[in-house]
Structures are given as C-alpha cells and as structure tokens.
C-alpha cells in the first residue's frame, strides 16, 4: 500500500489542546511504564530466563509508587469481608432468596440487610442512580459527617463520585472561568492538582510546607503569597489544603486549621479540603483528624462576630474516598465531597455538570454506604470486621513507623515518623557526582535516583519533584514511598543495599 | 448570627467558568427534576393521600426520558444472569472456594472459570488497573473487534472506559485546542456532544439528518458545510457520528458510512463514531450494524490507490458501552474506545490523560469482558444466556413496533419504524393555540408540550429541542422516548389519551 506523502493526520501534538500537553502526572510516567514493562516480562514466562535475556536483577516489581493497597501480588492486602459480602449480595440478588445452608453461613443477616436496604433504593446496581448519586447513600454520608462534627450535613450538597479525583475535577473545572485564575496548592502537593490546573490552563500559586515543623502550614507566608500574585494580576481564588498530607504523612493541628480558614475568609478564597486519609491516623491521641468543616462550623459557636460570620461564609468543598484508610477499595471507584457555604447558584451548575457524567458506578457508591455505616456493635459482622479493620490500620502503623525507623538509619537520609496516610516521604542528600551522573542523562537527580533504584531492585517509587518538591542546591532530594509492601523488611533490605551501593558508586 | 453585609461569595454565577454556564443537557434537565420531585412525592407515604394534596393525577412516573433499562420499577428490565454471577463471584472469591452443594447449582462451571481468568489478571476488584484497562479484558475487545470486523486490532490502541460517555469527554479535551476549533455534531444529536463542545468552547457545527430518508447523512450538504465554516475561520476537524442513531434509531448504510468516511479523508477530518447501539439492531437482515472500522480497513483491500491509502490515514475513534444493548448494565458504568490511525503521539497524550483519572470502575470493566466475551455454546451457562438475551431482545422490538405502529395512529403524529437503538423520535404538530399558550410561558413549544405530559400522565420523555431538533414554523415538533417501558400498553394508552385531550384543549 502506497503512502500518501501529501496526507497531514489531523491530531499531531502540534495541533492538539496544548493545555493537555502541559499536564505532567508523575504518580503514573516515564518510571511507573517502566516499572510495568519489567512486570510484564516477569510474568511472560519462565522467570529465570527472562531474568537473564533481558538483564533483570529481581524476582518481582514492588509498586510503592501508587497507594493501591489491595494489589496482587506485592501488596495484597485483603479486602473487609463485609464489604465483599454486600457487595456480591447486590451483584447477584439471588443469593438472598437462598436463607438456609451454606449461604446463611456465607452471608451473615447483617450482609443481607445491607443489601436489601440498598437494594431497595438503587433497583438495580446495573441502573443508573440519580446523578449526585443514590438518595438513601447521600443521607447516610450526611449522618456520618454530623456525628463527626456534631455540626449538620445536608445530603443535597453531598455529591457521590467516581473517587475522590473526580470530584476534585469536576469542582476544579466549575471554580477556574480563566487563565488569570490562580488555585493555592501545597509543595509538596499530589499531583493531580497540578495536572488538573494545568489542564484547565490556570496559575498553580504554590505554598511551601514546612519540613522541619511537621509539613504544617505556614499561614502568614501563604498570605503573603496570596497579596503578591494578586497584585501580579492573578485571581487567586482558591486553596487546596490535604490533610492528613500526601506525600508528606503529616496531620494538621487544629490551631493550624483556624488560621487557614480565617486566611481563606480574609482572602476571600475557597478552600478544598482533600481528606481521603481522615482514617488513617497513627497517633490520634496526640494529634486527631479534624475536619475543616467541624473547625469552619465550631467558628460559629465562637462568640466572636467576625468568627461567627467566617462560619458561614467561607466557602468549602471536602473531599472523601473509599480507596484509602484501611479499606482501600480504590478499584471501585467511590467517594464524594460536601459542599459548605455554597451560592445555590453555582451548586445548580455543580449538578449540572454531574448530571453530564450520568452518575458514579454503583459499587463505588455502595462503597461509600459501607464506608460510612460500618456494622455496629452487636450485629454479626461486627466482631470480624473489628478484627479486620483493626488489623489493618495495626499493619500499616507498625509498617510505617518500621520503614521510617529503618530509613532514617541510613546514611544520608533523613526520614521523619508520619502521623497519618500512606506515606513516607524520606529526604535523601545525593553525592555531587549522583548529581552530575544525573546531569549527563537530562535527568533530575531525584528521577536518575528512583530509576536506578527500579533498575537494580524492582522497587518503584516517585521523586520529589513529581510532587513539586525539587531537588535542593546541595543534593537533598525527595522521593515518595507507599507503606504498603507485605514483606517490609525484604523491601527496606532491597532498598538499603541499593542506597549504600549507590553512595559508594558515587562517593569522593 | 449577624450576617456580613460585606462579604461576597467568591464563586457565583458571574465569576465561575462562563463555558460552564453554557452547558445544556436536557435528558436531566428541568423535566427531569420535576419527574424526580413527582416519584419523591409518591415514595414519600400513603399514594393517595400524597395524589390529593399536590394534586398530583397518576400513580406512577414513567422515566421514558433516559435508556436506563434496569430501573425500578417501571422498566425493570432482568439483568443477565451469566453477567451477575460472574460480578459476584469477582466480588466475593470466597464464594470460589465452596464447591459442591448449593453454591455449585448457583454458580456454574463457566462463570466460577470466568472469575478466576479475571481475578487472576486483576488480584481484585478493588486494586487500580492499567489505566487503559485491564490488559487481558482489552485483549478479549481487540478479538471481538477482529471477529466483528475481520480486521486486526491492537489492545494496545483499546482504552477501557467508565461508560460512553467518559471517553467522548477525554477524547474531545485532547482534540479541542481552542475556540476556533469546530466538531460536527448531527441534528438531532444525543445531548452529550453539544455539552461537551459548549463546556470546551469550541463550535458545535451542525449537520442535519434527513428525517424523509430514514434520518440518512446528506454527504455532500455535510462537505458545503466544513466548506462554509472554515471560510468563516471556524478550524473543523472533527466529525461525530451516532450510529445506530439516537435519538433517531436509525442505522447507516455501508455506503453512507463509506461516504463519510471519503469526505472525512477529503476534508481532513478525525471521525468519532459513537456505536454505543450496535446490539441494538431491529432488522439485521435488510439494515445490518456495520461498524466504521470495518468499513475504514475494508477501503484498504478496494484496489484503488486513494482509497487503500484512506484506510491508513483517516483518523478514527470508535466508542462502545455496555449500558445499552441487551445488557444494559449503566451503573456499573463501563465502556471502551478504539483508536485507529492515530498518530503515536498523539496516543500518548490520551495515555496520560487516562492515567490521571487512575482507572475505569473494575466492576465496568468486568462488564466490558462479559459483552466481548459471552459464553460459548456448549458451555454450562449458553443456554440461559441466549435465552435471557434473544428474550430481551425481542421484547425491545416488538415494543419499538408496537408503540411506532401506536404513534402513528394519534392524529398529527408521525412515527417511523425506528432499525434501531432503544428510541422512538415522532414527529408531533400542535395546534397554534398550543404554540401561543407555549409563548406565554416562555417556553419551546415542544418542552411545553412534554411538561403538560409529564403533569397530566407521570410520562417523562424530551422534547426534539434537547437534542437540537428545534420545532418547525407550522408547530412541527419532535420528541424522544425509550422503547423501555414495560407495560407497553398502559403507557400508550395513557400517552394516547393526554394527546387527543391535549388537541382538544387548543383544537381551533
């Protein structure tokens, strides 16, 4: 077949949205492809020999670089039985009918009702629900959320989601009207933030945290900020905060919390709280998750006129999700945000916009009923799902404070505990010729770290500056790493070795 | 608590994204809100007594406005049995383990295989996948498109997608660069793609289809118009097509399609063809579903020079789902695009783009495996699959016949047979004093029309102008209902009814 030398194709990146050309999205690039060509070629065959045709150094591909808790094989960790029960209940109604035998033992009555009610609401988990997502979910989020706060929640300013990235890009596309606007995001920051404003062709107005106070904020540098790029002609008019903090683990205190809010409302600027890790809290004694909203709302009981006022005037969105905290059922895809102080205006184009998405899939909104209405005590569920939550949240937290124990005794690391999510996020200084090694590829030195970090362990995990924290004048560098891996003290062996090998390829 | 005189909200309708503002999506519109309070209403107690105090004169309401074939309780079509068991069996693998007695009759031998192949690919239904999908699930498309088609397909070129409508929303963020760019959309169009383009900013470019030839593209009035809008400046470079046709229920010709695929070559043209209605064919024998691709890869064997090159160079993006069809499984919200001839490039910006949304719902992408792959004869569960599918099947077109045949009985109603799809689209004049009463409100007489019926009989159907079909200059208006309803009768009986008394009321 000829080819034509005249025909142009239509789409080249010349001609494509360029604003989809500037969004980088770290979590999943040029390291995580990688990553899945080695497991691909692990799993095509015989290990042995793939191992040696394509120069492989490893058994297995650990991704650490993505939290995915439920992944096979390396991270494994098994789904909350409840959950899986109701689950396939709603899936396949028939196993209702069956109340004897082996699937009353299979299902206990506390499942079945689950499924029942939910049933009863949604028809059918192949139908569409109503596009917020179904009523009977909504109203039990809003329970949720007022025994959380003790402040009221209205379920018609609750909106289910395809997991907690498409509410924060749904909310995104309504807030940014142009490219003056500017939207607050924290450095470090998850990356969807920055691939999002970059999409929708804004200024990402960074606020540094601060590693030396527990990644808290620093509210009067913030504003700061804010007066500066506004009288650089940007519009800043938005803040996201993430809380407790990815990548940073860090959990932000109470007091820090009110001076965002009352910055926000001095400011004028919306806040958008991405709370996905609320449950995943290592030391709640010391230092609890407490919702902006709860903190915006206890404004209201201040006494204070201008507190009182802020309460009910800055305007919030909260996000939430099913695939983090110790059920991390990120397959589904479920979550959903609250909208606080919102012009009933702009909340009837939010319902627009997500009645042009039809509605969330309805596992994940079935997630979220879980999610919120946990078996209580007394019913049949309840001790095995104490057991398995408990389990849970204990492995994360012993793996957690293990990893970052163990990190910190490396040489030229430095790694503080986390007090909540997912994460570690170790700074490790970098030997001047890492550094110019690094310069020979075009390659930061915290990318050349982590790619030959994969290259020689099978161990994925993401650089700094993916989440917007570069690499510093003398070496430091960043990189982000998941708790998850089942075999934690394998992992952290790979790890070190490859770090000391790597310091001495590079020393003096 | 004193409220601010001061303080203005930051996002109000004048300060939000304005593009926002101009999205319309009229299958969820004002009639849908008003058919959701009615149901509300009559779920909220005792029917009678709600009837009497909001005065409300049916029983039910009829949602005649969205295909959404598994709702309750109107339509309530019976998932496919075969799709359930294998979900719930991916949900809850403990089920695999127990594999005699009664969980055995349950789960057949083909379903309890079906899992695990799935599960051994995915680990779990609440791990991310591939960003693309599932690899082995996009496998199992491209050798459904190869049988399809007789044509190769790369799984490496399938992305897995949260329904239809997820990947026309991606792909049209990458092919819109800015607001001189102008998609064509048919007239009438599934709401979808004009929202989509108001939301992107660009211009929606119109192209009629011929109502007198079974709403047939008119090739050569769709080539004066790129003519006509690029001399005004307008960048047309894109071409949706929806065949089976919605709301039309209309099916292309293969000279249709090999038409507008030459003029998509001739004109520099990407082609969206949206074939979510693809199972949905009422007379295969006289009009056969016949997909894009096929016709596209079919130029390549023609032996004439322009059009093997054709075959190489047209660029298009075939889109399926698996809400309609026989399975018609929205909630779990899955679906799939294909691209062909793209440029590499090109491609890896749609990756990324992907990426950032982590991945389809699994429980969709599950679903996607099912339609691709259904059981084969010979195995355990084909008996009751074709049973269940051939059932549903027929029910669809005998109903689209009956309710065409009944339509066309009403006076002043047109009506054809629709080939396919899950709508009918009559034709309805209304009498001029209608047309004024419709002024007075200040309303499209068509909308008006629909409310009246929404008011007098619970049916909920839109109106010709949601989808872009304005009402004509002697009162010719049109209207789109699914073909879904279950008691066929009832619903033309109370249609028919509010029809002739509608007549009446505005007769000269």
Chains 1, 2 share one sequence.
Not at 128 to 144: E, N
Not at 336 to 353: G, H, I, R, S, W
Not at 466 to 476: A, C, D, R, S, V
Request: glycine content about 8%; charged content about 25%.
């Amino acid at each position: 077949m000829s080819a034509s030398t005249s025909y142009q194709p239509v789409l080249t990146e010349k001609s494509i949205n360029p604003h989809v050309l500037n969004v980088e999205y770290a979590v999943r690039g040029e390291l995580s492809n990688r990553a899945n060509k080695y497991a691909e070629l692990l799993a095509s065959g015989d290990n042995e020999k793939v191992k040696k045709e394509n120069g492989i150094r490893f058994d297995s591909v650990v991704t650490a670089n993505i939290g995915n808790p439920q992944q096979q094989p390396y991270l494994a960790q098994k789904p909350l039985t409840f959950w899986r029960q109701v689950a396939a209940l709603t899936e396949y109604p028939d196993l209702l009918e069956n109340k004897s035998g082996t699937l009353s033992d299979l299902f206990p009555s506390d499942a079945r009702a689950r499924a029942e009610q939910i049933l009863h609401d949604v028809g059918s988990v192949g139908a569409y629900s109503h596009s917020k997502g179904a009523s009977s979910i909504r109203k039990h989020v809003a329970q949720y959320i007022e025994e959380r706060d003790g402040h009221p929640s209205d379920p018609e300013l609750i909106y289910l989601t395809a997991g907690a990235s498409a509410g924060v890009q749904l909310l995104l596309s309504v807030v940014v009207s142009g490219p003056e606007v500017g939207v607050m995001i924290p450095i470090p920051q998850y990356p969807l933030y920055s691939a999002a404003l970059a999409f929708n062709n804004c200024h990402a107005v960074r606020y540094e945290l601060d590693a030396d106070d527990d990644w808290a904020v620093d509210v009067a540098a913030m504003g700061r900020t804010v007066d500066e790029e506004r009288a650089k002609g940007v519009d800043v008019r938005a803040l996201v905060v993430i809380n407790p903090g990815n990548p940073t683990g860090s959990c932000l205190t109470e007091a820090n919390i009110q001076d965002i809010l009352k910055l926000a409302h001095e400011k004028r600027l919306v806040v958008m709280a991405d709370e996905v890790y609320q449950r995943n809290i290592y030391h709640p004694d010391q230092r609890p998750f407490i919702s902006f909203k709860k903190v915006l709302r206890d404004f209201g009981k201040s006494g204070n006129a201008e507190e009182m006022e802020l309460a009910n005037q800055v305007e919030l969105v909260s996000f939430h999700s099913i695939s983090k905290g110790v059920s991390g059922e990120c397959g589904r895809r479920g979550g959903y945000f609250e909208l606080t102080n919102m012009d009933p205006k702009v909340e009837a184009q939010v319902y627009k916009m997500a009645s042009v998405n039809l509605c969330p899939p309805l596992q994940g909104q079935i997630g979220v009923d879980l999610l919120v209405r946990p078996p209580k005590e007394g019913e049949p569920s309840y001790a095995l799902w104490k057991e398995e939550t408990e389990g849970i949240h204990e492995t994360l937290k012993k793996r957690s404070r293990k990893m970052a124990d163990q990190f910190a005794k490396l040489p030229g690391v430095k790694c503080g505990e986390a007090q909540g999510a997912l994460y570690l996020f170790p700074e490790i200084t970098l030997p001047p010729k890492a550094i110019e090694a690094a310069k020979k590829e075009e390659r930061k030195p915290d990318l050349y770290y982590c790619l030959r970090l994969l290259d020689a362990t099978g161990i994925c995990v993401v650089p700094g500056s993916g989440f917007g924290k570069q690499p510093g004048p003398n070496g430091e560098c960043f990189l982000r790493t998941t708790v998850l891996a089942k075999e934690t003290d394998e992992f952290i062996q790979r790890f070190g070795d490859f770090h000391k090998s790597f310091l001495k390829e590079f020393e003096g």
